[in-house]
């Protein structure tokens, strides 16, 4: 298996404008996760996914972010509009639910995102 | 009071020696704990996870687990530099919930 898989690798923008984050996790992964880090705030959980239901996305920062997981294979990050704050490494990471497995996150490259 | 602390170091020591690295946990029911490493520019790779109070040996690391002090910590013997990285020590606290240290950073010198 080639992994998480996420895209873009790098995103520069500009404030206000829209930007997508994709991921496309293990085959066979049923729990999907997406976590920000920064230097100042570390490895924050943003919201996670499972069988493509949002179970808790109390991490989101503010309605400017949105997450969607339309099937089992994709799910996307959305900002809009962005902010300069918005500026970190965005990694989604997935797990397979079973007894011992699903606390195991297997991560993405991460996309590293900078609002000018 | 953060949930899961660790010391951000650096931490350093030569090469061939034991690391010792500690965390602290907030969530008295937690259940599951994990130590990732993370290199610069890469991404977390789980290396150790703990269940039970006590030790659990793998290789070179032992992760030890104190739940009575909410203490969990990761020892490296025989540090090598391929081991100098960021280790985040991560708390499973119920469900799908896992929350991240701020890591350690973990410099063996050659």
């Known amino acids: 298996d080639a992994g998480v898989i996420q895209s873009p690798r790098h995103e520069v923008t500009e404030m206000g404008q829209e930007v997508t984050l994709r991921c496309k996790p293990i085959s066979g992964h049923n729990s999907l996760f997406w976590y920000r880090q920064t230097m100042m705030r570390g490895l924050e959980l943003l919201i996670y996914?499972?069988?493509?239901?949002?179970?808790?996305d109390s991490g989101m920062p503010e309605d400017r972010f949105s997450a969607k997981m339309p099937n089992a294979s994709f799910s996307t990050l959305k900002i809009q509009p962005s902010e300069p704050r918005d500026s970190a490494v965005y990694f989604c990471?997935?797990?397979?639910?079973?007894?011992?497995?699903?606390?195991?996150?297997?991560f993405g490259s991460g996309t590293q995102l900078s609002v000018l | 009071q953060k949930e899961v602390e660790q010391n951000s170091g650096p931490l350093s020591v030569p090469e061939g020696a034991i690391a010792s690295l500690n965390c602290t946990y907030s969530?008295?029911?937690?259940?599951?704990f994990f130590w990732y490493r993370q290199y610069s520019g890469k991404s977390p790779e789980l290396i150790m996870f703990?269940?039970?109070?006590g030790d659990k040996e793998d290789g070179r690391f032992t992760a030890q687990l104190n739940k009575a002090s909410q203490y969990v910590s990761l020892l490296i013997r025989d540090s090598q530099p391929s081991d100098s990285a960021t280790y985040l020590c991560?708390?499973?606290?119920?469900?799908?919930?896992?929350?991240f240290g701020a890591g350690t950073r973990l410099f063996v010198k050659a």
């Open positions: 969530d008295r029911g937690s259940q599951s």
């Open positions: 703990i269940y039970s109070n």
């Open positions: 991560a708390v499973n606290t119920g469900g799908f919930k896992t929350i």
């Open positions: 996914f499972n069988n493509n239901v949002p179970i808790d």
């Open positions: 990471a997935s797990s397979f639910d079973r007894a011992e497995d699903n606390e195991k996150l297997l």
